[in-house]
């Protein structure tokens, strides 16, 4: 359903009638929107940012998280480019002075011979050293996450941040707002910057201390600064710096292109469909995870199950060992399929490490080479895959074959129960002390009503092969 204009209000009203929530950079994705949201599963950003979405509270309630990295690639870099020209000649007021009978035909500066400093050597800083390359620009960047090698393919020189201030004529910010960037650029930075340097963010409202600016370009350190995005957005409209002769300014349009608003709608839906066919975690920002678990869908299978079985042996567990498989997504897996049987529905990849610690219950890894098993240190289970099948090969010290597929009932008892409804009994196994007895989930409730429920260990569960 395409609701656009939704007040918080309104939106903490229906989301709970929706799995999935798809939002653009104006609604805010807060706390109290995801704990409403008792049915959401995943929340797609068409676009890039996604500091209006409570990242943390998503993890923790299990809801995945996704942007389209790059929809908005071209436009945002065209737009970036298009503000940096405008800085040469501060076109914008000279547009105003024409049309108030002003012939000013005031001296600007070229681009050619220039140093263009670029923060962020992602997708868009680097089409945008690409198109200031073409002007004759110098370009130079810094990236904690780029080589030196990598920049200098693409012809940036890397450099520190403090190798970067004093030499550039221009800054291009391209990166997110988190901790680390928030007022990066501030009084300190801006100091050590070339004076009369030129300043340019399309990125996101926060990461210049726009007060500093202000008193920067009153000094005159900063020659012209362009900013598409604000700390508050919209900026009051007598804000000092909005209305600074020196600045230009635009209403967060980087994006703002048909062409970049069709791809980013039509990227999340494919990622959408991608994540809900188990074919591709692309675009997850909170769930690494997941592509492990997507990859090999047998072992996360097996290893939730296994953890299914574990809690219906040995409900009451604070530790729970994983042995054998030492893939990250393994021992997560396990735990969520203990709390999934235990009742505890929110307990997936993401947010299992959290719900477990809320239910009293860790995991711990212990090295061994042979199959997946998993313990409560007193009762132990052991199993493989094979095909698309769960085997479990071991309760105990009793060896056993027992496919979990169907509604398995697990039995206190060595003997075949009397009585035993045969006509809808699929399986019955043997480990030990346990006969494992598997119906289909259709008639789960008869076979329930007709066996002794004091041999009965747990609660029967159904698993899916």
């Given at each position: 359903a395409y609701k656009p204009g939704l007040s918080k209000t309104d939106l903490l009203n229906i989301i709970p009638e929706y799995n999935g929530l798809v939002v653009r950079s104006a609604t805010k994705v807060t706390a109290d929107v995801i704990k409403a949201a008792t049915n959401?599963?995943?929340?797609?950003?068409?676009?890039?940012?996604?500091?209006?979405?409570?990242?943390?509270?998503?993890s923790d309630a299990g809801v995945v998280v996704m942007n389209t990295p790059g929809g908005n690639t071209n436009s945002a870099a065209e737009h970036t480019c298009a503000l940096i020209l405008s800085m040469c000649r501060n076109t914008p007021n000279r547009h105003t002075e024409l049309m108030n009978g002003q012939w000013n035909r005031i001296n600007g500066i070229e681009l050619a011979g220039k140093t263009i400093g670029i923060v962020g050597l992602g997708r868009i800083g680097m089409i945008v050293a690409h198109r200031m390359q073409a002007f004759g620009m110098t370009t130079v960047g810094y990236d904690p996450f780029v080589s030196a090698e990598v920049a200098a393919k693409s012809g940036v020189q890397a450099m520190t941040l403090e190798e970067m201030w004093p030499i550039c004529d221009f800054l291009t910010l391209h990166v997110p707002l988190i901790p680390p960037t928030k007022h990066m650029i501030n009084r300190e930075v801006l100091e050590k910057c070339k004076k009369g340097?030129?300043?340019?963010?399309?990125?996101?409202?926060?990461?210049?201390?726009?007060?500093?600016?202000?008193?920067?370009?009153?000094?005159?350190?900063?020659?012209?600064?362009?900013?598409?995005?604000?700390?508050?957005?919209?900026?009051?409209?007598d804000s000092?710096?909005?209305?600074?002769?020196n600045l230009i300014a635009t209403p967060h349009l980087g994006a703002s292109t048909g062409e970049a608003q069709t791809r980013v709608a039509k990227e999340i839906a494919e990622q959408f469909v991608a994540v809900r066919d188990a074919t591709s975690t692309f675009g997850c920002i909170n769930a690494p995870l997941l592509g492990g678990a997507l990859g090999e869908p047998s072992k996360a299978r097996l290893a939730h199950q296994l953890g299914m079985l574990l809690y219906n042996l040995a409900p009451s567990a604070t530790v729970v060992y994983v042995q054998g498989d030492n893939s990250t997504f393994v021992p997560r897996a396990v735990l969520a399929?203990?709390?999934?049987?235990?009742?505890?529905?929110?307990?997936n990849l993401i947010s299992v490490k959290k719900v477990a610690a809320a239910n009293g219950i860790s995991f711990e890894y212990r090295e061994d080479a042979g199959e997946l098993s998993v313990s409560t240190g007193e009762v132990r289970v052991s199993g493989r895959s094979e095909g698309h099948v769960t085997v479990v090969t071991k309760i105990n010290n009793s060896s056993t074959f027992i496919p979990l597929v169907g509604n398995l009932t697990l039995l206190r008892t060595t003997q075949?129960?009397?009585?035993?409804?045969?006509?809808?009994?699929?399986?019955?196994?043997f480990a030990g002390d346990i006969t494992v007895v598997s119906t289909s989930e259709q008639d789960a409730e008869t076979f329930s009503k007709q066996i002794d429920s004091e041999i009965v260990i747990g609660n029967t569960f159904v698993t899916t092969a």
């Amino acid at each position: 359903a395409y609701k656009p204009g939704l007040s918080k209000t309104d939106l903490l009203n229906i989301i709970p009638e929706y799995n999935g929530l798809v939002v653009r950079s104006a609604t805010k994705v807060t706390a109290d929107v995801i704990k409403a949201a008792t049915n959401l599963e995943i929340i797609g950003r068409a676009g890039t940012g996604t500091d209006n979405i409570d990242i943390a509270a998503a993890s923790d309630a299990g809801v995945v998280v996704m942007n389209t990295p790059g929809g908005n690639t071209n436009s945002a870099a065209e737009h970036t480019c298009a503000l940096i020209l405008s800085m040469c000649r501060n076109t914008p007021n000279r547009h105003t002075e024409l049309m108030n009978g002003q012939w000013n035909r005031i001296n600007g500066i070229e681009l050619a011979g220039k140093t263009i400093g670029i923060v962020g050597l992602g997708r868009i800083g680097m089409i945008v050293a690409h198109r200031m390359q073409a002007f004759g620009m110098t370009t130079v960047g810094y990236d904690p996450f780029v080589s030196a090698e990598v920049a200098a393919k693409s012809g940036v020189q890397a450099m520190t941040l403090e190798e970067m201030w004093p030499i550039c004529d221009f800054l291009t910010l391209h990166v997110p707002l988190i901790p680390p960037t928030k007022h990066m650029i501030n009084r300190e930075v801006l100091e050590k910057c070339k004076k009369g340097v030129r300043i340019v963010n399309c990125a996101r409202g926060g990461i210049i201390d726009e007060d500093a600016l202000l008193d920067s370009l009153n000094s005159g350190k900063v020659a012209c600064a362009a900013l598409d995005v604000f700390e508050e957005e919209p900026p009051q409209s007598d804000s000092p710096l909005l209305q600074h002769p020196n600045l230009i300014a635009t209403p967060h349009l980087g994006a703002s292109t048909g062409e970049a608003q069709t791809r980013v709608a039509k990227e999340i839906a494919e990622q959408f469909v991608a994540v809900r066919d188990a074919t591709s975690t692309f675009g997850c920002i909170n769930a690494p995870l997941l592509g492990g678990a997507l990859g090999e869908p047998s072992k996360a299978r097996l290893a939730h199950q296994l953890g299914m079985l574990l809690y219906n042996l040995a409900p009451s567990a604070t530790v729970v060992y994983v042995q054998g498989d030492n893939s990250t997504f393994v021992p997560r897996a396990v735990l969520a399929g203990y709390l999934n049987a235990k009742g505890v529905s929110a307990a997936n990849l993401i947010s299992v490490k959290k719900v477990a610690a809320a239910n009293g219950i860790s995991f711990e890894y212990r090295e061994d080479a042979g199959e997946l098993s998993v313990s409560t240190g007193e009762v132990r289970v052991s199993g493989r895959s094979e095909g698309h099948v769960t085997v479990v090969t071991k309760i105990n010290n009793s060896s056993t074959f027992i496919p979990l597929v169907g509604n398995l009932t697990l039995l206190r008892t060595t003997q075949i129960p009397e009585g035993l409804p045969r006509d809808i009994v699929t399986g019955i196994y043997f480990a030990g002390d346990i006969t494992v007895v598997s119906t289909s989930e259709q008639d789960a409730e008869t076979f329930s009503k007709q066996i002794d429920s004091e041999i009965v260990i747990g609660n029967t569960f159904v698993t899916t092969a």
